[in-house]
Structures are given as structure tokens and as C-alpha cells.
């Protein structure tokens, strides 16, 4: 951790559209050395008047030393960059970046134990790297995920998050809808309360690696929870974003 | 510097804001939460602050006692390494200098500190960057008591430095002659955290 982290530059090799107001931008990043599932990148945008802005999204794309990574974003209506890397940004394009950073809300394929993901809409990202590792690695970790989307359409990585699930490796996927429920559902419906962490989640005594990632009010809801059910809180990582609501 | 073409950026902050903003920062006027794990939740009864110097307790405070020695407001931006900065922010507790006084020391000890917290969360300081009414244990934000979520019912405020550095829900705090990495610090963040010269992460300046 202590080598210096340089800005490199990163060409657009791919834009994909997840869903609605959803990216995901692959980058060529020569120089890049490697990242484990979980960690982030800054990333550094400067106006032709010298007006620059950072900001850090997480990697998508599994661990290990490829140069070419993933980061998924999200538009914020009002926000500043993510229009500008969902509006504008072209294949070939480059940007500035520098990472990988986070040595806490990380998870290998060695690490002992079951893997218990949850994710609020967005923050399913580090998480699918995580995930992404888990199924190159041939890892029989057992892991299980809970997915909170609005609704259907909102779901990122939707088909790969099947296949996934599809492969009886170990790893169970449970999606659930907070807003819009079509007929003929099977999974949860309604926000993630005790009930799918218990059923869905592994028990505090299996002692599994707990990992929640979502806007700041879904996190604490979440977390607040475990510790309920009696998950150690030193088992829970966790990792907000966005606003709170509070203006002061 | 590499332009990245198409970015124009939002409406520039005036000239009066963009200096008070380090580099790489933007200012937001939302109060955002960041917390490696759960939130702490300690009642007033079961929390106490302590002082160690050199592994012996110096001090203990219950919070009756923290609440009677004299209390500080501090008006002044905060600088979150995750990029946002906010303006302002007006907090009321006790400064080091007042709580090393009340502790017996006539003069504060030579040295680093490491602030210890309830969930486990550690991080560390030069003494220098928390006396001389640089920092203080914050026990209200904007006139009310502060919230578990923002670290309450006591954190950490050392506004000169990133925010990571004002610990929430603080309870000790060593005095000691070495510098030890702290809970980020040792997982790859800056040993000191300094937001005007961009001290984010190890390895920087």
C-alpha cells in the first residue's frame, strides 16, 4: 500500500448501457497493476479552462492484474459528472484515473468463510466484482446476494447475475422489488427487512463475510438490522453513497 | 494536465468559495454518511472519555463531567476524502487543549495520539494538529445534540485535516512517542491527511 498511486490514463474501449441512467464504461488503463473485488478508482476530469473535478466509483470487473477494467455508473439528475461520463463520454475518449484504493470493503477467493452480499440498487457494483472473482477463481465459497431494485427494469447485470445463479456453484441470488412488482414474481418484494436477511442471509453462526453496498439510508437499515439478528459487527462492512437528506 | 474533452463542469463556485475549497473537492450542501460498518449506538450512562499517556490512564470523563468543563463552539469547513467539502458547519464541544488541561498537564505531551472508538475505528495524529484550538471532542452539530449516524453522542473534530480524522463515536485517546497508523491509514489512506495538499492516500506528496 505504499507505492504511489499515479494518475494514468484511461482510454474508452466500451460503453454498455445496463439499464436506464445505468453505464457501464470499459477503460484500457495501461499501467494499471491489478486490483482486488471491492476496491475503487478516483477518477479526474479537467475543463479546457483548467476547472477540474474527481470523483470514485467502484470497480465492476473482477479481481485481478488486467488492464482493462469496468466501473458502472449511475446518473445523479443534478450531479456534475455522472451526466457527463453517461452523455458524453465516447469510445476512444480518454480520462484520468488512479487506484486501486480501499483495503477494507474487499473480499479474495481464499478468504474462509461464506460470502453474504446485499445491494441496493447501484451498489450491487463492487459487489458484482466480488462476485465476478468468486466465478473465475472456480470458488465454491458458499455466497448469496440479496438485490434491491425499484423495479424490474431497473435491475443491473440482470442476465449475467442469472447465469450466475444458474450454475449451482454454491452462490444463491435473491432479487427483490421495492416499488413495481409484475405479476407472476418470485422473488421478495418490499425493502430488505429482518425477515429475507434471515431467510435469504446466512445465520450470525455460520459467521459469513457481510458486505453492503446501496444509498446511505439502505445501508444503516441494513447494517442496524444484522446487528439485530446478531451478526458481529465487525463482520459488516459497508459502503454508502449519495445523499442523506440532511440539507444542514 | 490531461483535458477530457467535452467536460465543461458545472457553474464555477466565485472566487471567495473556490478558495475556501481544496483540490479536487466539491462543496455540497448535503450532510453525507460514511462509516466502514454499523452505526455505534453508546446511551450517555455507558460512555466515558478517556486520556492515556504512555499506557497509564491519564484521565476519565463520564459525560456529566465532559458537559461541565468549559465548551467551545468552532465554526468551519469540513473536507471529506471522498471529494466533498462543506461550508460552515458549526459544532460545540470541548478542545483538546481544554480536556489535557483538565487532565492535570500543564503543558500537552510531545508526540502522536491514536483516537480509539467504539466499533473498533482507530486513527492517528500528530499532538500538534490537535492543540492550539485546532480539534476538539464534538458533542453538538448546528445546536443540537449530535446524532449517532454523524458520530454521536461524542467524535472527534480536527477540521484541518480530512474528515476521516474526526473519528466518530470517540472514547480514547493515547498519547504516545510514535507515530502508528491508524484504521485507513494502515489500509492504504494518508498517515497525516492534509486536504490542501491533497494528502488522500499513501504515497501522496
Not at chain 2, 186 to 191: A, E, I, P, R
Request: include cysteine; proline fraction near 6%; charge should be neutral.
Amino acid at each position: 500500500m505504499n507505492s504511489l498511486l499515479r494518475w494514468l490514463l484511461a482510454t474508452v474501449s466500451q460503453l454498455h448501457e445496463e439499464t436506464a441512467g445505468v453505464k457501464t464504461i470499459s477503460f484500457d488503463v495501461p499501467g494499471w497493476r491489478g486490483h482486488v473485488a471491492g476496491q475503487h478508482v478516483d477518477i479526474r476530469l479537467t475543463a479546457e479552462d483548467g476547472y477540474v473535478a474527481q470523483r470514485s466509483y467502484s470497480l465492476a470487473s473482477p479481481a485481478g492484474p488486467d488492464p482493462r477494467i469496468q466501473l458502472t455508473v449511475e446518473r445523479v439528475d443534478d450531479g456534475e459528472v455522472s451526466p457527463f461520463l453517461l452523455d458524453e463520454l465516447r469510445v476512444g475518449d480518454s480520462i484520468e484515473l488512479r487506484g486501486p484504493i480501499g483495503g477494507y470493503f474487499t473480499w479474495s477467493p481464499g478468504t474462509a468463510g461464506p460470502l453474504m452480499l446485499i445491494a441496493g440498487g447501484s451498489g450491487i457494483a463492487p459487489l458484482m466484482s466480488m462476485l465476478r472473482t468468486r466465478a473465475l477463481a472456480s470458488s465454491r465459497a458458499p455466497a448469496r446476494l440479496l438485490y434491491s431494485s425499484r423495479s424490474e427494469r431497473h435491475i443491473i447485470y440482470r442476465g449475467e447475475l442469472d447465469r450466475l445463479h444458474g450454475a449451482r456453484d454454491g452462490f444463491i441470488l435473491t432479487h427483490t422489488l421495492t416499488r413495481e412488482v409484475p405479476d407472476g414474481w418470485t422473488g421478495e418484494r418490499g425493502r430488505i427487512g429482518r425477515t429475507p436477511l434471515t431467510q435469504r442471509g446466512f445465520a450470525p453462526r455460520e459467521r459469513p463475510h457481510v458486505f453492503v453496498c446501496g444509498p446511505t439510508p439502505f445501508v444503516d437499515a441494513i447494517a442496524d438490522h444484522l446487528v439485530a439478528i446478531g451478526h458481529e459487527e465487525s463482520s459488516i462492512r459497508t459502503e454508502r453513497f449519495g445523499p442523506t437528506g440532511e440539507s444542514k | 494536465m490531461h483535458i477530457t474533452r467535452g467536460f465543461k463542469g458545472k457553474a464555477r463556485a466565485d472566487a471567495a468559495t473556490r478558495d475556501r475549497v481544496p483540490p479536487g473537492q466539491f462543496v455540497t450542501s448535503d450532510f453525507p454518511i460514511l462509516t466502514a460498518g454499523p452505526t455505534q449506538r453508546t446511551g450517555l450512562d455507558d460512555w466515558t472519555l478517556s486520556f492515556q499517556l504512555d499506557g497509564k490512564l491519564l484521565a476519565r470523563w463520564d459525560w456529566k463531567e465532559l458537559e461541565a468543563l468549559p465548551q467551545t463552539e468552532m465554526k468551519t469547513d469540513i473536507h471529506c476524502v471522498t471529494k466533498w467539502s462543506k461550508l460552515d458547519t458549526r459544532w460545540r464541544g470541548v478542545t483538546i487543549d481544554d480536556l489535557l488541561r483538565a487532565a492535570g498537564l500543564a503543558e500537552s505531551p510531545a508526540g502522536f495520539v491514536m483516537a480509539h472508538c467504539d466499533g473498533g475505528y482507530s486513527t492517528n495524529y500528530a499532538i500538534a494538529d490537535l492543540i492550539d484550538s485546532r480539534a476538539m471532542v464534538a458533542t453538538h452539530y448546528e445546536d443540537s445534540p449530535l446524532p449517532a449516524s454523524h458520530g454521536g453522542p461524542a467524535r472527534m473534530l480536527v477540521p484541518h485535516l480530512y474528515f476521516w480524522k474526526s473519528a466518530k463515536w470517540i472514547r480514547r485517546l493515547a498519547f504516545k512517542e510514535q507515530n502508528v497508523p491508524g484504521f485507513w491509514e494502515s489500509l492504504g489512506d494518508h498517515l497525516r491527511g492534509d486536504p490542501w495538499r491533497e494528502q488522500r492516500y499513501s504515497g501522496d506528496e
